[in-house]
């Protein structure tokens, strides 16, 4: 008889999903020729000179532990970069971490901030990791959705009607993925407003802040008296196209940096020494390589919104993030199907939109960071798709 193992997995981690995006990719790996609108992972190469700082510290014999904070130097930078680009002030001696990607300053954040029954707030469709990291952290996720008809920006409104007794935080994750969402200053402001009535702490990624097409992008963290009650996180895989040196910080009041330190220090102890050197490099010499990824995503961005509008599956024009976000609920398909019915008839894999959340049902998540001939290819396989299943 087989043991049964899974008997002994916590109630928490047996309650929790398995990420919508993983299972659809486990079975694209498996197949050949397919053109991946799938993974939200830049389709470039970190730029040579970040690269070649990660191998310079190598040869200087840069293998050892940091901080648990991180590279003094490095923080110094970001507390710089944060300032310049945010307009945010952080000290960073005792208000800036650094983390394993925005994955882990997202779940430190939780852990440090969450006690159980607590609700947390986030607009959905979201990032897959925000609802399981908060029920990991004993705390009850609350969703507030996001619609197109606001292009996918989230009200004060919406998020006043979600709030009890037991909210604790608000996350937030402009640009968004899945949909590109932004936010304009004064809505922002209504939501810091409401923030600071009702005594919530907000943790804002800010993981796309610089793939902003259109508009200012503001964080709530710079907008008064926010800076206490806020948690800033941000990284360096989408904008320097990172993701595999596994890099990110949050930012906030010292109270919370330690709290969030002193889990780091026991799970993780510090973030890898070569990334960090190479993060160095990244912030103080890498923004042209940003603005240049950035022009590229625009002129992808442009192209495949218009295609998805004239093959009849509308689309909004995502202000920012590199993922495209079309409507297909006119094909009469629930979003896992069109995925998976797209995927062997015409080898292009998408996200279902359902992964991002019950709102997301009836729509699809294509990620724009691949080069842009590839993009072409797809949008005919899927004009072609879409032809044959309304036939
Ligand atoms: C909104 C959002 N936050 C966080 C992450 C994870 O970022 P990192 O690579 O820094 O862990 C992602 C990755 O796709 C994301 O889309």
């Not at 079975?27 to 730029?47: A, C, N, R, Y």
């Not at 609350?142 to 037991?166: G, Y």
């Not at 109270?255 to 160095?280: F, N, V």
């Not at 625009?298 to 495949?304: H, P």
């Amino acid at each position: 008889m087989e043991f049964e193992s899974q008997k002994f997995i916590s109630q928490a981690v047996s309650a929790i999903p398995r990420s919508g995006i993983r299972d659809f990719f486990d079975i694209v790996q498996g197949m050949k020729d397919v053109i991946s609108l799938g993974v939200g992972e830049p389709d470039f190469v970190t730029p040579w000179h970040i690269r070649e700082a990660a191998i310079y510290a190598l040869e200087r014999g840069r293998t050892g532990y940091t901080s648990n904070l991180g590279l003094l130097s490095l923080r110094e930078a970001i507390a710089t970069s944060v300032n310049k680009h945010f307009k945010a002030g952080y000290d960073p001696a005792r208000e800036i971490l650094i983390a394993v990607g925005v994955s882990e300053a997202m779940d430190l954040a939780f852990r440090a901030l969450i006690n159980p029954g607590d609700e947390v707030i986030y607009h959905e469709p979201c990032y897959v990791s925000y609802a399981p990291g908060i029920a990991l952290a004993h705390g009850v996720p609350v969703a507030v959705s996001c619609r197109p008809e606001h292009a996918f920006s989230v009200t004060a409104a919406a998020i006043e009607k979600a709030v009890t007794p037991k909210s604790k935080a608000l996350v937030l994750n402009f640009p968004t993925n899945p949909t590109g969402g932004t936010m304009e200053r004064g809505e922002l402001e209504k939501i810091a407003k409401l923030a600071r009535r009702h005594n919530l702490v907000v943790i804002t990624d800010e993981i796309y802040s610089e793939l902003t097409f259109e508009g200012e992008h503001v964080s709530i963290a710079a907008l008064p008296s926010m800076k206490e009650r806020t948690v800033f996180l941000h990284g360096f895989s989408k904008a320097y196209a990172m993701t595999g040196f596994r890099i990110g910080y949050a930012c906030g009041p010292a109270a919370i940096i330690d709290a969030m330190m002193r889990i780091h220090q026991y799970s993780m102890l510090c973030a890898s020494i070569i990334s960090q050197e190479a993060a160095l490099e990244a912030i103080q010499h890498g923004e042209a390589d940003t603005l240049e990824m950035r022009e590229q995503y625009r002129g992808r961005r442009n192209l495949i919104v218009g295609a998805f509008n004239e093959m009849g599956l509308p689309c909004h024009l995502p202000r920012g993030s590199f993922y495209a976000f079309p409507c297909i609920q006119s094909t009469g398909l629930s979003s896992k199907d069109f995925a998976r019915q797209l995927l062997e008839a015409e080898k292009v894999a998408c996200v279902p939109g359902s992964a991002f959340g019950p709102t997301g049902e009836g729509y699809l998540r294509c990620c724009f960071a691949t080069a842009l001939d590839r993009i072409e290819v797809a949008v005919e396989r899927m004009a072609r798709f879409v032809k044959k299943v309304r036939s």
